[in-house]
């Protein structure tokens, strides 16, 4: 199943229409544990890179990647919790359009990567089976393993490299309760990934992925 932030929104509101009726729930000094999947889903139009290359530049197009995730969540009140997103590296395929090459190159390039993002929520209804919840917070990119591929590395380019990312990060997500300990949750994030790239050492551009993430999982609360 291929994740959307249309698909994961649509689960929130299902979620959400659930009854809500106080129980023990999320608590202040609480450790939320949280395993499910994380699908990365690149904005489409990535830049255009290059134009000292051929007039027109490059333009990108990365695709998106699903990969096993994981998160810690510390309450800090009942109301307040500070989150930390963590997953198995991402690999994206990197696609080019030039103009001034005849259009459509197919792929150039591929990435992988790594987005740990810190961020601090706001529970809205930390007494409820349902705990609709949002936050804002700052992510970090590390891209490794990038290498030209395609028509970059037939014209004999043997090096492509994504600089690391910073950039802030929203989020928007749903605790659902199964039991005294057990919950499901979604959530769809959008993060500000901006990578200056670089061919043979020389800086040809930025690739501005800014990605919706959206992640489907199981919890434990401790």
Known sequence: MQFTPKVVTGCLVAMGIFAATPVMAHEAGDWLVKVGVTSVMPKSNNGTVGQGLVPKGIGLDVNSNMQPSFSLTYMATKNVGIELL????????????????????????????????????????????????????????????????????DLGFKKLKLEDSWGLAAQVGVDIRLSERWFMNADLRYIDIDSKVKLDGQRIGTAKIDPWVATVGVGYRF
């Open 86 to 153: 963590a997953a198995t590296p991402f690999s994206h395929k990197i696609y080019g359009d030039a103009p001034d090459l005849g259009g459509d190159l197919g792929k150039i390039g591929k990435t992988k990567h790594l987005p740990p993002t810190l961020s601090v929520q706001w529970h809205f209804l930390p007494d409820s089976d349902v705990q609709p919840y949002v936050g804002v917070g700052l992510n970090y990119t590390k891209f490794f393993d990038t290498k030209p591929q395609g028509a970059l590395k």
